[in-house]
């Protein structure tokens, strides 16, 4: 597989055509940034990490029936992906309280929720990735209502494996990101799920193994993502 000319780059990763218009490659970058790009920042072997995460996970959802952008992975920090047409909608699951919705709702950090929360914000840096409705997202164009059902069950339903997935490796699935976008008449799960992407809490003592780290100058960055990693990949 030819990789050609670069077509998307953004805050962390590089998408380049190849010499199938059906396929790109998704080139996983270190760059770090928080808050809307407000913050910026490096994490050492970030690409390599999150690289590995994501091509572990789109598999065992693919083999849940979950359809994904995954072909295969490329190398360290390449994987070789379907050409998506991407939905301007990020579809946010929250199964405990925790950033935006603490400070929004009031709920006290760690609180348990006994419904998961499906959210939809629009995917415009500019704007700061609002949150909206449906009724914004088709008045937008975005997507119909058909399609942003499609999206929010396939979220719920990620959902329920990923946390019995992580659950099963002693992490909790506080909340996590999702994209999708359009491919040959189907919606498939695009982007990634990574400690980018996602809140994930030690099982027994709550601590932070994602991004808030760098957020929030806990330190411990890169090992936080390298526990993660060991934990989902099964590494000693």
């Known amino acids: 597989m030819k990789k050609g000319t670069q077509l998307y780059e953004g805050k962390a990763k590089k998408v380049f055509l190849t010499d199938d218009n059906d396929l790109v490659i998704q080139e996983f970058k270190d760059d770090a940034t928080a ?3 407000k913050k910026k920042g490096t994490i050492a072997d970030k690409g390599v990490v999150n690289n590995a995460i994501s091509c572990k996970l789109f598999t065992m959802l693919e083999e849940h029936g979950i359809r994904t952008h995954l072909v295969e992975k490329l190398s360290d920090r390449e994987m070789l992906c379907r050409h998506l047409d991407i939905i301007k909608v990020e579809v946010v699951a929250r199964n405990i309280a925790a950033g935006s919705l603490v400070k929004r709702y009031g709920f006290a950090e760690g609180t348990v929720l006994e419904n998961p929360i499906i959210e939809l914000y629009l995917k415009d ?27 929010k069950n396939c979220a719920a339903e990620i959902n329920v494996v990923l946390k019995q997935f992580f659950a099963e490796r002693k992490l909790k699935l506080v909340d996590f990101k999702l994209e999708f976008g359009r491919h040959k008449g189907e919606i498939l799960l695009g982007d990634e799920i990574s400690p980018d992407t996602c809140r994930f809490w030690d099982l027994e003592t709550n601590e932070k193994l994602d991004k808030d780290r760098f957020r929030f100058d806990l330190g411990g960055v890169e090992n936080a993502y390298s526990e993660v990693q060991k934990r989902v990949l099964g590494l000693d």
Do not use: Q
């Open 125 to 151: 840096d500019d704007l700061d990735d609002p949150l909206m409705n449906e009724s914004h997202a088709v008045a937008l164009g975005v997507a119909t209502f058909e399609e942003l059902f499609v999206l």
């Open 35 to 37: 808050f809307n790009n």
